[in-house]
């Protein structure tokens, strides 16, 4: 199975089915972090668009030492950050994001199991929400990006313990905050 780079290096080359393949492999956890960055679906979405066109436009090539993935997170981290400049500060919404349009269609599910998950997406948005932003943003690094932490260090231009603490943290917070349903209620009203 070829790597990202050589995916990339191929749809360069003409093979447009390479871009289909990376596109794939990368669209669901780029979606999330954004989405879990902003808590805008529709800003989400828009960075998201232009976070790929960037990466099909550019024509600058990795460097061995950085990762296909950390560029592309890299890529997203900043375009979202030129849209917050150009508006002054972000507005975090708390809207509900259709997973559906980047991720696999759940048709197994009853109604009551498919209610039960959008709570559970909506206390766990409302609890990320209450971290705060150098927490978050590495926290949905690792987990949607499955970045390493010095990856995660190199996008964030952070020293890896510091990388390393605020994981911690987050993780702590967040596990404190799902744990209590009352603070969960409370984080969603």
Known sequence: MPGDAQLLQRYRSGDSEAFG?????????????????????ALA??????????????DSELREAVQFKTWLYQIARNRLIDHWRKQGRHQALHDQYDEQQHGEPDTSSSPDQQLGLARDQQRLQAALDDLPAEQREVFLLRAHGNLELGEIAELTHTPAETVKSRLRYAVQKLRRLLADPTVAEELSV
Request: charged share 25%; hydrophobic share 45%; glycine share 8%.
């Open 21 to 41: 393949v990376l596109y794939a492999r990368h669209r669901l956890g780029l979606f999330r972090f954004l989405c879990g960055l902003c808590g805008d679906p």
């Open 45 to 58: 979405e828009e960075v998201f668009q232009d976070t790929w066109l960037s990466l099909i436009r550019s």
